[in-house]
């Protein structure tokens, strides 16, 4: 069982912490990391990598990017993908609230178990207001790309 960071509600299975969702990640072969952030943040602040657990990252953007407008198709793209109902599925944002969006909305639509990896990629602003430092994928020291 999984210990969450933050006591998930019923609408999604809860907060997991980026190296408890790496770990998940190598011990479960059917479980999926989804990177709901835009296009513009894959190419520019980067991605996670999990060439090393012989794994692909599914890119699905919660919002579409420029408008930031909800992705209608969602929950459909990520079936197109493979997804199926009880695979657990991690996703990830900048920060933490759109990946809890998506988790809310995939358990919803009867997937799951759906995690919430608090702190995204990036993490918390710190004292200078940067991102990259303070919580999240990159300052775990999990492995990511740049393009």
């Known amino acids: 069982m999984l210990a969450s960071v933050k006591a998930g509600d019923d609408d999604y299975a809860g907060d997991v912490a980026t190296t408890e ?10 479980a999926q990391l ?13 991605m996670p990598d999990l060439g090393r657990l ?3 990252t599914l890119f699905v953007s919660w919002q ?5 407008s909800p992705n209608p198709r969602f929950i ?14 991690y996703f990830l944002c900048r ?8 988790a809310k909305a995939m358990t919803a639509a009867g997937f799951g178990p759906c995690y919430n ?7 918390d602003l710190d004292a200078d207001k940067h991102r990259g430092q303070l919580g999240g994928w990159k300052a775990a020291g999990l492995p990511w790309v740049q393009s």
């Open 76 to 89: 459909d793209d990520l079936r197109d993908h493979g997804i199926k109902a009880g695979q657990a599925l």
């Open 95 to 102: 920060s933490g609230g759109r990946s809890r969006a998506a």
């Open 21 to 30: 969702a790496w770990n998940q990640l190598s011990n479960d072969p059917n």
């Open 34 to 46: 989804i990177d709901v952030r835009t296009q513009p943040e894959w190419t520019f602040v980067g």
């Open 54 to 56: 012989g794994k692909r």
């Open 64 to 68: 579409l990017y420029p408008e930031m």
């Open 117 to 123: 990896i608090a702190g995204g990629f990036e993490g």
